[in-house]
């Protein structure tokens, strides 16, 4: 890295190749990684997460830096580019591998991920969404997905692409989030 205080955040919004490929293209992001985070055991292979025996979700872990992108608008970001309200499913994506998650690395991080989810589930109400389900807590493990998953909308691994993971027609007023404890 280039010397630079980073910060790193884990968030899961369905497939992790759509969120790698959003969050890769946002100014301030150093890296972006896919992976396995919220399940147990440990290494777990993409066949058993899809199989849904080790309970993780596939997330991305995405380090920047927060002088260019702050965590609050890292998820104004997130919260913008998929459903949140639907458990365990994006579009055709289902399974508890798809489930929205915010998995944070820092007390701040958790103030701030709870303070945007209630700022934004006003939002969801107003355009007629259910509750948002966004499990929100501390990150106990990363696993890297395996290498053929990292990078996979690259055009060189998938010149056609596969996601469609864009804007959800809500803006999560992040803004307005209270972070006071």
Request: proline letters at 4%; aromatic letters at 10%.
């Amino acid at each position: 890295m280039d010397g630079k205080t980073h910060e790193t955040a884990v968030l899961g919004g369905g497939c992790f190749w759509c969120l790698d490929a959003v969050f890769r293209e946002l100014e301030g992001v150093v890296s972006v990684e896919s992976g396995y985070a919220g399940g147990a055991g440990a290494r777990p292979t993409y066949e058993e997460v899809c199989g849904g025996r080790t309970g993780h979700a596939e997330v991305v872990r995405v380090v920047f830096d927060p002088s260019v992108l702050s965590f609050r608008d890292l998820l104004g970001v997130f919260f913008s580019i998929h459903d949140p309200t639907t458990k365990d499913r994006q579009g055709h994506d289902v399974g508890t591998q798809y489930r929205s998650a915010i998995y944070t690395t820092t007390d701040d991080q958790l103030r701030i991920a709870n303070a945007s989810r209630e700022a934004f589930q006003p939002v969801v109400t107003k355009a007629r969404h259910g509750e948002i389900t966004t499990e929100i807590k501390p990150l106990t493990h990363f696993f890297y997905a395996e290498d053929y998953h990292q990078q996979y909308l690259s055009t060189d691994k998938n010149p056609n692409g596969y996601c469609n993971h864009g804007p959800n027609g809500m803006t999560c007023p992040i803004g307005v989030a209270k972070t006071d404890a």
